[in-house]
């Protein structure tokens, strides 16, 4: 870890009482849904963490205190350093502040959260599905959400298939 | 006679009212739809444009037309069969791609990489980089209606194809590289056609540059459009040769070196104007770095092994299976269950020729992947569109989607 990354992980361990965990040198810090903006902020202005590298999540089912994590992703151009965040997320249908206000960019990766994970944010300008097509039902890349696959037709169940296959028959 | 539905569905894009000003919605700008099949949009995207005459007000983009789950996928794969997926994200970029995905796998399981392997796969992803530039220089050139300069890119585009073909046997799914090292190693061909190559392609650079970079023709298009300030540009996650071209000297292969790039001698070509035309000559720039990279690394390119000897993650060779139990006991462990993992993330990102490509990658303790999520530079760079596209005529969103440089296999995914 470096000296500027050492810094800022302890500013935010004091103001938001995080925990941290560390493995093969990237450090990780935990923090609460209502902090997670304030938490931005500071990294943005006082840490020069310009840019939101990435925003995603983990499902972590069938545990359920918490199901989700989300991760942020940031950068600073100026110290050449990367944080991540972690906001564990209790229950099925959770939600958490959007971070838009302080990173625009996050406007789709939180869409794509939220189409894949089922993962609301209060505050979105444009929550809507944004890879699955607009009338997709469930959250793929929930881990209770099954891999899928196309069944193998052969002559004699062929019809049987064809019936309860879902596309657009005349 | 039958009934006319005319509900319109909400959650649809063109129920969202939301989105376009009010002047729309009062009918004095049009919306236009354009794509996904449309020969400019470079691939399936589609856009909805705001427009009032022929001036662009707002673009809302719709993507996802080539989702296939490949993040869902991997997780039911093993490390080493996961590879194959890799290559079917950014379909330009495939080694780069494979490599990405191989060094958040090493760092996962802390696993070395023998210097040649690093050597060879700098070679190929800095051949990989020219090859996707050319693909973007071409197509860019025929948005703006000059055709010869397509044709010519993908004559050089094929030597580099035939170069990956010689080493994985494919010429664009190559899953070359693999968690430890490389597949093989380079047939003996390989050096000399990547000389010819470096013979050869400095002159072709010239080519490309004499039919653009002083046609008035080009320059009335491309320069002035779609300015993109540094600060807008870091704001909204832009990087690679878009971030560059807006002044900011910002390459992963000088700032966060991975796989020996700290040993070869290259500059960061950078422009301060930020608009279409800048970001044309950086990138023709960087197909000079490319060179200069592969030269230096073909040049000291070590001899050795090209895997690790770590034998609990990578697949003994051949010869030994005949003579040696413990081969075959790994040979077998490997390709039945795979190698575990333990339990934590990593998150390793690349210079791609689009930008930041980045890989996060979880592992549980199991031989899959428990999480992965690609970040990929052209879902980033897509989102900017916006910005540079306002004000300008629908003829320069053409050259816009052109300019970011986008491949819809990285953005859907």
Redesign the interface.
Known sequence: MGEHIDKTVKALVERFDASIEE??G?V?VFLQPDQIVAACTLLRDEFDF?????E?A??YWPEETPRFHV?Y?LYS?KH?E?I?LRVPLNGNNPSLPTIEGV???A??YEREVYD?FGINYEGHS?L????????WEGH??RKDYP?GHEEIMFTFNFDEINARKRYAKE | MPEINTHIDESMLDGITRLVTEDAIEGKTMLLNMGPQHPSTHGVLRLLLELDGEFVVNVIPDIGFLHTGVEKHMEYKTFEKAVVMTDRLDYLNNIGNNLVYCLAVEKLVDLDVPPRAQAIRVILTELQRISSHLVWLGTHALDLAAMSVFLYCFREREMILDIMEMCSGQRMMTSYFRPGGLWRDVPIEFEDAVRQFLRIFPARIDEYEALLTKNPLFLERTQHVGVLKAEDAIRWGVTGPSLRASGVAHDLRKVRPYSGYEQYDFDIPTHTDGDTYARYLVRMEEMRQSLRIVQQALDKLPYGPTRSNNRKFVPPPRSELGHSMEAVIHHFKLFTEGFPAPKGAVYVAVESPRGELGVYLEGDGGPKPYRIHWRTPSFANLQVLKLLAKGHLVADLVALIGTIDIVLGDIDR
């Open positions: 493995f093969r990237e990780s310009e840019m939101l590298e990435d995603t983990v499902d991760i992703h151009y050449n990367r991540r990173y625009p960019n406007n789709w894949m444009d809507r599905r944004i890879l699955m097509p607009h009338d793929p890349l891999l």
